[in-house]
């Protein structure tokens, strides 16, 4: 069924209520392959990892807007088949730093933008989440693309940019991720199949699961912090990424990082093992020292 778009653009989802602690900060940093790379006692592991000191890996801004996407489905002016949906552009914004440690939130979402991208619409969902005390923490843009949905006479959308220079990046780092990273990164809430389900996965047109492109999303941020912030993640400010390609559980990703000046950080990410481009058109912003 056509997107409708009077319907549809700028309508609200249903808000969605988060509460997280420590534990649940430390199981997502695990889960984004925190320790694999580094020893696992280090001080640049430990502050992510245990609650003598705790500090959030910032990208875990996107887990308590995430549920809200669940109400995409009942958006008036939209009929999909969820099996279509792919995960194409994401940005973050912290709007409160340091990330707390513990919160009570709640995430309230729209419609902000549906382009037609001729075989499938991409639709941005703008989502901010504010703790009890009214205080904003986060903004979310998710851009979802939807296969198939396209050809409906809409706006093709701006252009992607953050294209990184022609030369050699300034900072590389590589993460590894293991065999049942998808596994466990699902348990801090996007518990999709196509990420541990074989059959599931081969409906969606994949071999086999997939690494959720939100894992390889904190990777990129965490290369971030650690080549161009100093491992310090209050630093972080925002990330915006477009995902190209899955990356699959075991395979390495290698972050390339250029710096533009300002705190702004040019970003391509890939897998070693492939050299094939997983991320693209990113770009981050760090707060001086």
Known sequence: MPIELAKAL?????????TWNEDALILYALGAGIGLDADPTSPEVLQYTYENGLK???TFGVV??????????????????????LHGEQYLEILRR????????RSEGTVKAIYDKGKGALVIIEVTTTADDGSP???????????????FGGEPGPAAGNEPPARAPD???????TARQALLYRLSGDKNPLHA????????????????????????GRAVIQACAGNDPTRFQSIRVRFVRPVMPGETIVTEMWDAGGGTILLRARTKEKDTVVISNAKATLAPA
């Open 197 to 220: 389900d074989p059959g599931f996965a081969k409906l969606g047109g994949f071999d086999r699961p997939i690494l959720h492109g939100l894992c390889t999303f904190a990777n990129v």
């Open 98 to 105: 340091p990330v707390p440690t513990s919160a009570r939130t």
């Open 171 to 177: 900072a590389v780092v590589e993460t590894p991720t």
């Open 56 to 58: 959030a890996l910032p």
């Open 137 to 151: 923490l986060f903004r979310n843009e998710f851009g979802i693309f939807l296969r198939g949905e396209g050809g």
């Open 10 to 18: 700028g309508a609200a989802l249903p808000p969605m209520d988060y």
């Open 64 to 85: 308590p807007s995430f549920p809200a996407l669940m109400g995409l489905m009942s958006v008036p002016g939209m009929s999909f088949n969820p099996m279509m949906l």
